[in-house]
């Protein structure tokens, strides 16, 4: 199935209400090549043009994965990769529509007030836990810092 031919492109109009949600929706830009006219104009030139932002978003998104298990910041570093693919690709441009969608559904769940009192409460039951634990060890075998250890 070809995703620039089906019904997933098609988006409400600005200021509209989406029905099963009653929040006001953005218009999305149209799924598909955001490359030149002139480039999409030759068959050749637009497949080149889609290996090179093939290959500039796959370094960008392996650098991401290795900045996961080394220093810097990986999911930025990914999400910039896929956000390069979604300049040309129409499935890197509908994974980052539906991260997008989830981002903010999870930052909407954030902000209500039972989620951050539970947040809260776990947080600071927590904090009273470690709390204990570090007493009962310095309790039981004090405060010996790294420098004053005889061997």
Same mark, same amino acid.
């Given at each position: 199935?070809?995703?620039?031919?089906?019904?997933?492109?098609?988006?409400?109009?600005?200021?509209?209400?989406?029905?099963?949600?009653?929040?006001?929706?953005?218009?999305?830009?149209?799924?598909?090549?955001?490359?030149?006219?002139?480039? *999409?104009? /030759? $068959?050749?030139?637009?497949?080149?043009?889609? +290996? @090179?932002?093939?290959? &500039?978003?796959?370094? =960008?998104?392996?650098?991401?994965?290795?900045?996961?298990?080394?220093?810097?910041?990986?999911?930025?570093?990914?999400?910039?990769?896929?956000?390069?693919?979604?300049?040309?690709?129409?499935?890197?441009?509908?994974?980052?529509?539906?991260?997008?969608?989830?981002?903010?559904?999870?930052?909407?769940?954030?902000?209500?007030? *039972?989620? /951050? $009192?539970?947040?809260?409460?776990?947080?600071? +039951? @927590?904090?009273?836990? &470690?709390?204990?634990? =570090?007493?009962?060890?310095?309790?039981?075998?004090?405060?010996?810092?790294?420098?004053?250890?005889?061997?």
């Amino acid at each position: 199935m070809n995703a620039e031919s089906d019904e997933r492109g098609k988006v409400a109009g600005p200021g509209t209400k989406a029905a099963a949600t009653g929040d006001v929706t953005e218009e999305e830009p149209p799924l598909g090549s955001r490359a030149p006219d002139f480039i *999409k104009a /030759r $068959r050749t030139l637009h497949l080149s043009w889609q +290996v @090179g932002v093939f290959v &500039v978003g796959l370094a =960008v998104v392996g650098a991401g994965v290795a900045m996961l298990v080394l220093p810097g910041p990986g999911w930025v570093v990914i999400f910039g990769g896929m956000a390069i693919w979604a300049t040309e690709f129409v499935w890197a441009q509908l994974v980052l529509r539906w991260t997008k969608r989830k981002v903010t559904e999870a930052a909407q769940k954030a902000l209500d007030p *039972k989620v /951050r $009192r539970r947040n809260i409460i776990l947080t600071t +039951v @927590g904090l009273v836990i &470690v709390a204990v634990l =570090v007493g009962i060890y310095l309790w039981k075998y004090g405060l010996a810092l790294p420098w004053n250890i005889d061997r």
